[in-house]
């Protein structure tokens, strides 16, 4: 499995960005996929999930109503950051977590689940 993200930069506070992240070799229809983020001096934490087979989705309370996660068919996975925050600043890592524990009516995003990573990409929220 190799997962390719893309789509990190320099944005002001209130900006948006979108993160792409690209699974290939992922044959199970039952996963999770997901981004995480590891600001400097921090441990790494999920952000948002997307379990494959049905879509539900799980979000950390500092991203809800301002981050909206989705995939396609093409096991296209997207981030749309919208009202970028200065303390959204991190290193943002594509996972894939190899089974669906739905809690809350969206998959668990832990870190500690990641069965493969992606190459992360900075996100920096600065004036």
């Known amino acids: 499995v190799q997962l390719q993200a893309s789509g990190g930069g320099l944005v002001q506070p209130g900006g948006s960005l979108r993160l792409s992240c690209v699974a290939h070799?992922?044959?199970?229809?039952?996963?999770?996929i997901g981004w995480f983020r590891q600001a400097p001096g921090k441990e790494r934490e999920g952000v948002s999930c997307?379990?494959?087979?049905?879509?539900?989705a799980s979000y950390a309370d500092s991203v809800k109503a301002r981050f909206t996660i989705s995939r396609d068919n093409a096991k296209n996975m997207y981030l749309q950051m919208n009202s970028l925050k200065p303390e959204d600043t991190a290193v943002y890592y594509c996972?894939?977590?190899?089974?669906?524990?739905?809690?809350?009516?969206?998959?668990?995003?832990?870190?500690?689940?990641?069965?493969?990573w992606g190459e992360g990409t900075q996100v920096t929220v600065s004036s």
């Open positions: 070799g992922v044959s199970a229809n039952t996963y999770t």
């Open positions: 997307i379990a494959n087979s049905d879509g539900r």
């Open positions: 996972g894939v977590v190899m089974f669906e524990w739905m809690i809350t009516g969206g998959p668990r995003c832990s870190g500690s689940d990641v069965s493969y």
